[in-house]
């Protein structure tokens, strides 16, 4: 898996700076810090709303995190944290492959996920002081995927790898580890046996839905993908959906809503037909899943990113090749039918993630990682017929490309 993160400050102050006339800020963009006492309907996790937006730079070797307060548009840090910080309460510098998680913390901090050290890192943002840090692989490479909030003092880590394939439960409030849930039972059955590889998660209503990727231990072959529901009150998996597309890797809540992509196996003859996005309607019973499939958009989706404002307005990014031709590229979708819609051709493969929907305020932003020209992309959703990139902008140049982008 590739990783996902980077070093340096892209000048997010220029960004954000550019997308007003006037001041530095991005009109309308995402969401009121929860401080401000604002219902503007920013996403929410355990109880919690997010505070801001944490964008994660990276080269693969190297680390950078910048924090933007969404309802101003100014930069509160430029380079908060970075694979060269050592403050106290550090005991492991940030790697090369550091994610964040689906949805923001209930406590208000920015939790960094450390793949390759599998270690949780929490940092203050108004001060990017680190509060505190914990191994979750008892020294083991466990590559924690996801940290799924419960409430304040419950969270479920995902660990991807064979020696776990779990949900490890964690009080965030102390660092605590407890017990795990074991998650091999439920994975599911294929020609070839397959891992559970849990990725990313989510919290609603008293569960957690965790996707399960299903790849064989080699990678090569896979299961039909898998969500999970876990009842967060007995930690039992309660519940599965699975889905009729492989290699299934993200998933984001929209009311009471799962959007799940899926890439297909990489390097099968069958990838194209095995991916896809899936509409999962939590509400029904048993819950109702819709499917748009990568053959209509001429190739195999990411499965890294998912994101939507509604069942007719989703949206999804196809992976380029390593001739570039074509590149990564942004679509539209509606689960009702019609053909997607092309928003943007990135610069190469590899390069567009962090797809990050404020539904309230009918923006998406997305990072575009190409090594020459970083660039924030943010798009206008308000007339969801006629989608407008509304800034599209360079990060400095001494700088690293964005990668990440989520709520914190």
């Not at 997010?12 to 995402?30: F, I, N, R």
């Not at 899936?278 to 998912?306: E, H, N, Q």
């Amino acid at each position: 898996m590739m990783p996902r993160l980077l070093r340096a400050s892209l000048s997010l102050s220029l960004v954000l700076a550019a997308c007003s006339d006037e001041t530095p800020s991005l009109p309308d963009a995402a969401v009121t810090p929860a401080d401000a006492g604002s219902d503007a309907g920013a996403p929410e996790a355990g109880g919690a709303q997010a505070g801001g937006v944490v964008v994660v730079h990276s080269d693969y070797k190297t680390t950078v995190v910048s924090l933007v307060d969404p309802a101003t548009g100014t930069l509160t840090k430029d380079d908060c944290i970075d694979s060269g910080s050592k403050p106290g309460m550090l005991t492991t510098t940030l790697s090369g492959d550091v994610v964040v998680p689906t949805q923001p913390q209930p406590n208000g901090q920015v939790l960094l996920i450390d793949r390759q050290n599998s270690t949780l890192t929490w940092v203050a943002p108004k001060t990017c002081e680190v509060t505190r840090q914990v191994n979750i692989g008892a020294g083991k490479a466990v590559n924690p995927e996801d940290v799924i909030p419960v409430s304040a003092t419950k969270a479920y880590v995902t660990r991807y790898a064979a020696d776990a394939s779990d949900l490890l439960v964690i009080d965030p409030s102390t660092g605590t580890m407890g017990a795990s849930i074991d998650l091999k039972p439920s994975a599911p059955t294929g020609a070839t046996p397959v891992l559970p590889n849990p990725s990313r998660g989510v919290f609603a209503g008293g569960k957690a839905y965790v996707v399960l990727t299903a790849l064989s231990a080699d990678s090569k072959s896979g299961a039909a993908g898998r969500v999970v529901v876990v009842d967060t009150a007995t930690d039992m998996v309660t519940g599965t959906i699975d889905l009729a597309l492989k290699n299934c890797g993200s998933i984001a809540l929209v009311d009471k809503a799962l959007v799940v992509s899926c890439g297909g196996v990489y390097g099968d003859a069958n990838q194209t037909a095995d991916s896809g996005v899936a509409w999962i309607d939590t509400s029904a019973s048993p819950p109702a899943v819709k499917v748009v499939a990568a053959k209509d958009f001429g190739r195999a989706l990411s499965p890294f990113d998912a994101a939507a404002v509604s069942s007719s307005l989703a949206f999804a990014i196809t992976g380029g090749d390593f001739s570039n031709m074509p590149p990564d590229q942004l679509w539209a979708l509606d689960f009702a039918g019609g053909a997607p819609r092309k928003l943007l051709d990135g610069k190469a493969a590899f390069t567009l993630s962090g797809l990050l929907v404020d539904a309230a305020h009918k923006k998406l932003f997305i990072a575009e990682g190409d090594a020459k020209t970083p660039k924030f992309h943010v798009f206008d959703l308000s007339n969801p017929a006629m989608i407008t990139l509304q800034t599209s902008l360079t990060t400095n140049a001494g700088g690293l490309p964005p990668r990440y982008v989520s709520w914190y």
